[in-house]
Structure formats: structure tokens, C-alpha cells
């Protein structure tokens, strides 16, 4: 089982603070929540969670996103082990994420979209073993699994500014091209050949 940490100061726009597979979950209770974005996914045997003293069964391939200061609880269904992977998360622009997720505080997947969030962690663990860590590439990956939460990042109403000039079209890049290697570099290249993110001068703008 692996789990790894980030050692970084939040300055990605999505960023990973924790992640980890095939992980022997034990029982845990956080009657404050937990600080930040935290989703959990069953990869073999059976969870229960607890949230405003209902429980829902979490079997292989079914996972939660809760959001932060959430009271909650979760424990194995049975005496078998449970195994997980999870994700924890914040970045710069965490303050748009209750509005990106239609601002509810826990979502539950499966099947396929459980999969893909699945494959989206094992690459993002992947990433972490390899040194020195590409912290653009992991918050490609954060997004990544973002969008398998929402109908798409760009039906966010925000009235900020800097999100629509700034941050949207790197966004856009992102999302088209998210399996990709793609560097920091490369995405200034693209977006300087299709003219986003440009401010008055016609050059990009790093935020």
C-alpha cells in the first residue's frame, strides 16, 4: 500500500495534498470533518460511512467525496479488510469548488465513473514515486478527477475576472488534453498559438 504527501505550498489551481491505493483503511471518526476536499473509494471488500447518523454502504468500485468540515465517520462493513484509495485536495482555486460541484456536501460514484477516478489516483501515486515530482503534471491530474464530479468546470458562474482571462482557458487546455504529458511550457505554447489567456500586450500572463 502506498500513500503520499505533498511537501509544496498550495500554488497549482488544483492540487493534491494527499494520495494513496490499495491502502488497509482502518476505522476513523471526525466528528469536526475533515479540513480540506477528501474523497474515498472502496477497492476491495466493504465500508460503511456515516454522515448525520445515516450509514451507506461503500462496496468495491463505489466511492465518496466529502466536502470539508463535514462530520463523518467510516469503518469496514465486516470483519474482512478494507481497501481503498483515496485523495485529498485544495489548490488556489479552491474557493470556486462548492459552486464547481453545485455546492453539495458529499457526492457518491460507481462503476464507471468509481474507474476512472480510480485510474486517475494510480496514475497521480505513479507520478509521486517518480522524482523529481511534477507538481504541474499532478495538478492536471487533481483536474482530472475534478471533472468526473461535475458537468464541467466552465458552467462555473464565478464573477471573478481572473478566472475567465486566466485561469479558463488554461482550464479549456487542460481539459482536451488532460492524458497528455503536457509541461507548463507546452501550455503557454498552446495557448499563445490559439490567442487565450493573452492580456493587452499579447503575451501570456502567469498567475
Not at 95 to 120: D, M, S, W, Y
Not at 142 to 157: K, R, T, V
Request: charged content about 20%; some cysteine.
Amino acid at each position: 500500500m502506498a500513500i503520499y504527501f505533498s511537501n509544496t505550498l498550495s500554488k497549482e489551481p488544483f492540487q493534491f495534498d494527499s494520495v494513496g491505493n490499495h491502502w488497509l483503511q482502518e476505522a476513523l471518526s471526525r466528528p469536526q470533518g475533515y479540513p480540506i476536499y477528501h474523497y474515498l473509494q472502496t477497492e476491495e471488500g466493504c465500508g460503511i460511512f456515516t454522515i448525520d447518523g445515516k450509514e451507506y454502504f461503500l462496496p468495491e468500485d463505489h466511492g465518496i467525496l466529502i466536502t470539508p468540515h463535514v462530520p463523518h465517520a467510516y469503518r469496514a462493513a465486516d470483519t474482512s479488510a478494507w481497501i481503498t484509495c483515496f485523495a485529498t485536495f485544495g489548490g488556489t482555486m479552491e474557493a470556486h469548488l462548492p459552486q464547481i460541484l453545485g455546492n453539495n456536501r458529499i457526492i457518491f460514484t460507481e462503476k464507471e465513473n468509481a474507474l476512472e477516478i480510480k485510474a486517475v489516483i494510480d496514475r497521480a501515486v505513479a507520478r509521486f514515486k517518480t522524482a523529481p515530482v511534477n507538481t504541474h503534471q499532478l495538478s492536471c491530474d487533481c483536474y482530472a478527477l475534478l471533472l468526473q464530479f461535475s458537468n464541467g468546470f466552465f458552467h462555473a458562474n464565478t464573477s471573478d475576472p481572473a478566472w475567465e482571462k486566466y485561469v479558463q482557458p488554461v482550464l479549456r487546455l487542460i481539459e482536451t488534453h488532460y492524458m497528455e504529458d503536457l509541461t507548463a511550457e507546452q501550455r503557454v505554447i498552446q495557448l499563445e498559438k490559439t490567442g487565450d489567456a493573452a492580456d493587452d500586450g499579447g503575451t501570456v500572463k502567469h498567475i
